[in-house]
């Protein structure tokens, strides 16, 4: 698991291995690395979840992030060495949204951090909302990290709203937005209690 602090360590150590080598590059992240990056929640994530890449001027156009450049590839491999720490701990799994749609204000809804050589787009709350609830669908319900993470999150009814609405648009299926329905309705019930 990485921790909060153990994550910046880890991104400062990618981007200085660019800096050294003159080959910045810049990615976008969600998931819990973004959780806790953005500040929104303070826990250990699995890995780090790549949805995109930045190139042009600045962050101007999100790119999907495979292939990862070289250089890129490079040295988080080489981070995972020095750190011991497991296989794809900095993915692009999640890069599969851009076959349907990118969650909803991705784009505009991004904090950027430096890490040396490193830019770091950090997803806000829209898209992280967006894709918890889709992936506590996906991946549980209630009892997983994704459905535990959308109620630290307290959405609002206009959040959830807009969450449910691109969720129903990656799959039309009626089982699935019944899916949807339920979560939403669990979550609102357990900020209730909150």
Do not use: C
Request: net charge negative; hydrophobic share 40%; aromatic share 4%.
């Amino acid at each position: 698991m990485i921790g909060s602090t153990q994550l910046r360590d880890l991104l400062s150590a990618v981007g200085e291995l660019l800096e050294e080598k003159g080959e910045p590059a810049s990615i976008v992240v969600v998931g819990g690395a973004s959780l806790n990056l953005s500040g929104l929640v303070n826990r250990a994530t699995d890995d780090v979840d790549v949805i995109a890449r930045a190139e042009g001027d600045g962050e101007s156009t999100l790119i999907p992030p495979d292939p990862m450049p070289e250089p890129l590839r490079d040295a988080v491999e080489r981070v995972r060495r020095d750190f011991g720490l497991q296989p794809g701990w900095l993915n692009t799994a999640v890069a599969n949204q851009w076959e349907t749609s990118l969650p909803p204000s991705l784009k505009e809804d991004l904090t950027w951090q430096t890490y040396g050589g490193l830019r770091v787009g950090v997803a806000g709350r829209r898209p992280l909302i967006a894709l918890k609830l889709l992936a506590a669908v996906d991946q549980g319900g209630p009892q997983s990290v994704h459905y535990q993470d959308l109620v630290r999150l307290a959405p609002t009814d206009e959040e959830l709203e807009e969450a449910r609405e691109w969720a129903r648009s990656e799959d039309s299926s009626q089982i699935v937005a019944q899916h949807i329905d339920q979560v939403i309705e669990h979550v609102r019930e357990d900020a209730e209690r909150d």
